[in-house]
Protein backbone atom coordinates (compact mmCIF):
# COMPACT_ATOMS: atom_id res chain seq x y z
CA UNK A 1 0.00 0.00 0.00
CA UNK A 2 1.29 3.25 -0.69
CA UNK A 3 -0.45 6.70 -0.06
CA UNK A 4 -1.09 9.35 -2.76
CA UNK A 5 1.88 11.83 -3.92
CA UNK A 6 1.70 15.04 -1.48
CA UNK A 7 0.74 16.77 -4.31
CA UNK A 8 -2.35 15.19 -5.46
CA UNK A 9 -6.13 16.73 -5.02
CA UNK A 10 -7.75 16.47 -2.00
CA UNK A 11 -9.50 18.25 0.57
CA UNK A 12 -7.78 20.73 2.91
CA UNK A 13 -6.28 18.80 6.36
CA UNK A 14 -4.57 20.63 9.05
CA UNK A 15 -0.72 20.53 8.96
CA UNK A 16 1.91 21.35 10.91
CA UNK A 17 3.71 24.46 8.76
CA UNK A 18 6.57 26.36 8.66
CA UNK A 19 6.42 30.28 9.67
CA UNK A 20 7.98 33.14 8.47
CA UNK A 21 11.37 32.28 11.12
CA UNK A 22 11.50 28.44 9.74
CA UNK A 23 9.69 27.32 13.01
CA UNK A 24 7.43 24.66 13.15
CA UNK A 25 3.63 25.85 13.89
CA UNK A 26 1.22 22.67 14.96
CA UNK A 27 -1.93 23.50 13.51
CA UNK A 28 -3.55 19.77 13.68
CA UNK A 29 -2.46 16.26 13.23
CA UNK A 30 -3.39 15.72 8.87
CA UNK A 31 -5.29 12.73 8.36
CA UNK A 32 -2.62 11.63 6.20
CA UNK A 33 -0.91 10.43 9.54
CA UNK A 34 -3.45 7.95 10.17
CA UNK A 35 -3.32 6.50 6.94
CA UNK A 36 0.33 5.95 6.88
CA UNK A 37 -0.08 4.19 9.89
CA UNK A 38 -2.91 2.08 8.55
CA UNK A 39 -0.80 1.21 6.11
CA UNK A 40 2.25 0.30 7.83
CA UNK A 41 -0.36 -2.05 9.72
CA UNK A 42 -0.78 -3.67 6.17
CA UNK A 43 2.85 -3.50 5.28
CA UNK A 44 5.68 -3.19 8.09
CA UNK A 45 8.09 -3.51 5.29
CA UNK A 46 11.08 -1.68 4.60
CA UNK A 47 9.82 -1.12 1.19
CA UNK A 48 6.58 0.43 2.24
CA UNK A 49 8.18 2.78 4.58
CA UNK A 50 10.88 4.09 1.82
CA UNK A 51 7.74 4.43 -0.69
CA UNK A 52 6.21 6.40 2.20
CA UNK A 53 9.05 8.54 3.83
CA UNK A 54 7.84 11.64 2.63
CA UNK A 55 4.74 11.33 4.17
CA UNK A 56 6.07 9.84 7.25
CA UNK A 57 8.36 13.24 7.82
CA UNK A 58 5.98 15.89 6.67
CA UNK A 59 2.53 14.05 7.80
CA UNK A 60 3.36 12.22 11.13
CA UNK A 61 7.02 13.45 12.02
CA UNK A 62 6.67 17.33 11.69
CA UNK A 63 3.48 17.60 13.58
CA UNK A 64 4.51 15.66 16.59
CA UNK A 65 7.42 17.46 17.14
CA UNK A 66 5.67 20.24 16.50
CA UNK A 67 3.54 19.71 19.17
CA UNK A 68 5.88 18.97 21.59
CA UNK A 69 7.76 22.11 21.03
CA UNK A 70 4.86 24.01 22.10
CA UNK A 71 4.57 21.96 24.94
CA UNK A 72 7.71 22.18 25.97
CA UNK A 73 7.70 25.63 27.82
CA UNK A 74 5.25 24.08 30.22
CA UNK A 75 6.24 20.53 30.89
CA UNK A 76 9.88 20.28 29.95
CA UNK A 77 11.97 19.56 27.31
CA UNK A 78 10.42 16.92 24.77
CA UNK A 79 12.07 13.93 23.16
CA UNK A 80 10.68 12.01 19.55
CA UNK A 81 11.23 8.54 19.52
CA UNK A 82 12.74 6.73 16.81
CA UNK A 83 10.36 5.35 14.49
CA UNK A 84 12.60 1.44 14.60
CA UNK A 85 11.92 -1.62 16.80
CA UNK A 86 14.65 -3.22 18.55
CA UNK A 87 14.08 -6.49 17.32
CA UNK A 88 17.10 -8.32 18.81
CA UNK A 89 15.68 -9.95 21.78
CA UNK A 90 12.28 -10.22 19.83
CA UNK A 91 10.42 -12.75 18.19
CA UNK A 92 8.73 -10.34 15.82
CA UNK A 93 11.07 -8.90 13.60
CA UNK A 94 8.84 -6.27 12.08
CA UNK A 95 11.46 -3.33 11.59
CA UNK A 96 8.96 -0.17 12.01
CA UNK A 97 6.88 1.06 15.30
CA UNK A 98 3.08 1.27 14.17
CA UNK A 99 2.61 4.40 16.02
CA UNK A 100 5.10 7.76 16.44
CA UNK A 101 5.67 8.59 19.96
CA UNK A 102 7.05 11.86 22.24
CA UNK A 103 7.78 11.80 25.96
CA UNK A 104 8.55 14.68 28.29
CA UNK A 105 10.96 13.67 31.35
CA UNK A 106 10.50 14.51 34.58
CA UNK A 107 12.46 12.58 36.34
CA UNK A 108 13.93 8.90 34.92
CA UNK A 109 11.17 6.94 34.16
CA UNK A 110 8.77 9.93 35.14
CA UNK A 111 6.99 12.49 32.77
CA UNK A 112 4.27 12.90 29.91
CA UNK A 113 3.85 10.61 26.78
CA UNK A 114 1.88 10.85 23.59
CA UNK A 115 1.87 9.21 20.33
CA UNK A 116 -0.02 8.76 17.11
CA UNK A 117 -1.11 5.49 15.35
CA UNK A 118 -3.74 4.45 12.95
CA UNK A 119 -6.32 4.57 16.05
CA UNK A 120 -5.80 7.62 16.81
CA UNK A 121 -4.40 9.86 19.73
CA UNK A 122 -2.88 8.56 22.58
CA UNK A 123 -2.31 10.39 25.83
CA UNK A 124 -0.38 9.68 28.94
CA UNK A 125 1.51 10.66 32.02
CA UNK A 126 3.03 8.32 35.29
CA UNK A 127 6.09 6.44 35.75
CA UNK A 128 7.36 3.56 33.68
CA UNK A 129 10.66 2.25 35.34
CA UNK A 130 11.24 -0.28 37.52
CA UNK A 131 14.06 -1.40 39.71
CA UNK A 132 14.95 0.49 42.76
CA UNK A 133 11.95 3.22 42.25
CA UNK A 134 9.91 0.26 42.63
CA UNK A 135 10.74 -0.12 46.15
CA UNK A 136 10.83 3.42 46.90
CA UNK A 137 6.57 3.55 45.61
CA UNK A 138 6.06 0.82 47.81
CA UNK A 139 7.80 2.36 50.58
CA UNK A 140 6.01 6.00 49.88
CA UNK A 141 2.96 3.65 49.99
CA UNK A 142 3.77 1.84 53.61
CA UNK A 143 2.93 5.59 54.53
CA UNK A 144 -0.68 6.60 55.45
CA UNK A 145 -0.67 9.92 54.65
CA UNK A 146 1.22 10.27 51.66
CA UNK A 147 -0.04 6.72 50.05
CA UNK A 148 -3.38 8.14 50.93
CA UNK A 149 -2.68 11.13 48.56
CA UNK A 150 -1.80 8.82 45.72
CA UNK A 151 -4.98 7.05 46.32
CA UNK A 152 -6.95 9.93 46.01
CA UNK A 153 -5.42 11.29 43.02
CA UNK A 154 -5.57 7.71 41.01
CA UNK A 155 -9.60 7.34 42.09
CA UNK A 156 -10.14 10.89 41.12
CA UNK A 157 -8.76 9.61 37.75
CA UNK A 158 -10.19 6.53 36.88
CA UNK A 159 -13.49 8.11 35.41
CA UNK A 160 -11.44 9.42 32.31
CA UNK A 161 -8.39 7.44 32.07
CA UNK A 162 -6.95 4.06 32.17
CA UNK A 163 -4.89 3.56 35.14
CA UNK A 164 -1.98 0.84 33.66
CA UNK A 165 1.40 -0.31 34.08
CA UNK A 166 3.26 -3.49 35.01
CA UNK A 167 1.09 -4.91 38.12
CA UNK A 168 2.37 -8.59 40.02
CA UNK A 169 -0.57 -10.92 39.91
CA UNK A 170 -0.36 -11.52 43.85
CA UNK A 171 0.74 -9.33 46.30
CA UNK A 172 4.17 -8.09 47.13
CA UNK A 173 6.67 -10.40 49.46
CA UNK A 174 5.07 -9.37 53.09
CA UNK A 175 2.42 -7.58 52.24
CA UNK A 176 -0.75 -8.68 54.15
CA UNK A 177 -4.28 -9.20 52.18
CA UNK A 178 -6.08 -6.48 53.80
CA UNK A 179 -3.77 -3.64 53.36
CA UNK A 180 -5.74 -0.75 51.82
CA UNK A 181 -3.60 -0.07 49.49
CA UNK A 182 -2.99 -3.21 47.89
CA UNK A 183 -4.25 -2.75 44.35
CA UNK A 184 -1.63 0.17 44.44
CA UNK A 185 1.30 -1.96 45.52
CA UNK A 186 1.19 -4.96 43.11
CA UNK A 187 2.05 -1.74 40.65
CA UNK A 188 5.66 -2.06 39.55
CA UNK A 189 5.23 0.80 37.18
CA UNK A 190 2.09 3.12 37.34
CA UNK A 191 0.29 5.74 34.42
CA UNK A 192 -2.89 7.35 33.43
CA UNK A 193 -3.60 7.21 29.75
CA UNK A 194 -6.66 8.15 27.72
CA UNK A 195 -7.08 7.16 23.89
CA UNK A 196 -8.21 9.99 21.27
CA UNK A 197 -10.06 8.97 18.13
CA UNK A 198 -8.93 10.75 14.66
CA UNK A 199 -12.00 12.80 15.30
CA UNK A 200 -12.59 16.11 13.04
CA UNK A 201 -11.07 17.99 16.17
CA UNK A 202 -7.44 15.68 15.92
CA UNK A 203 -6.97 17.56 12.84
CA UNK A 204 -6.95 21.28 14.28
CA UNK A 205 -5.10 23.03 16.52
CA UNK A 206 -7.68 21.53 19.45
CA UNK A 207 -5.65 18.61 19.38
CA UNK A 208 -2.78 20.75 20.89
CA UNK A 209 -5.40 22.00 23.39
CA UNK A 210 -6.68 18.67 24.26
CA UNK A 211 -2.97 17.00 25.17
CA UNK A 212 -2.23 20.03 27.31
CA UNK A 213 -5.33 20.29 29.09
CA UNK A 214 -4.92 16.31 29.53
CA UNK A 215 -1.39 16.28 30.84
CA UNK A 216 -2.68 19.41 33.40
CA UNK A 217 -5.31 16.98 34.70
CA UNK A 218 -2.07 14.20 34.63
CA UNK A 219 0.50 16.50 37.00
CA UNK A 220 -0.64 15.47 40.00
CA UNK A 221 0.14 11.85 39.48
CA UNK A 222 3.19 12.84 37.79
CA UNK A 223 4.44 15.47 40.27
CA UNK A 224 3.60 12.73 43.23
CA UNK A 225 5.83 10.25 41.79
CA UNK A 226 8.43 12.96 41.00
CA UNK A 227 8.82 13.55 44.27
CA UNK A 228 8.77 10.04 46.29
CA UNK A 229 10.52 8.11 43.58
CA UNK A 230 13.52 10.74 43.37
Known amino acids: MV ?13 AITDTVGCMVFSGIPDEAFM ?7 DNSKSYWNANKQVYDTMVKAPVAAMLDELADEFGTPHLFRPYRDVRFSKDKTPYKDHQGGYIQILDGVGYYLHIG ?6 AGGWWS ?6 RFRAALEDDVIGSELEKIVD ?12 LKTRPRGVPEDHPRLD ?21 PEALDRVRQTWRTLTPLVDWLRVRLS
Open 118 to 123: ADGLYV
Open 36 to 42: FYEGLEV
Open 184 to 204: LLRHKSLYAARQYEPEPWVHT
Open 156 to 167: GLRSDFRISGDR
Open 130 to 135: QGEMTN
Open 3 to 15: LPPLDAPRAPLAR
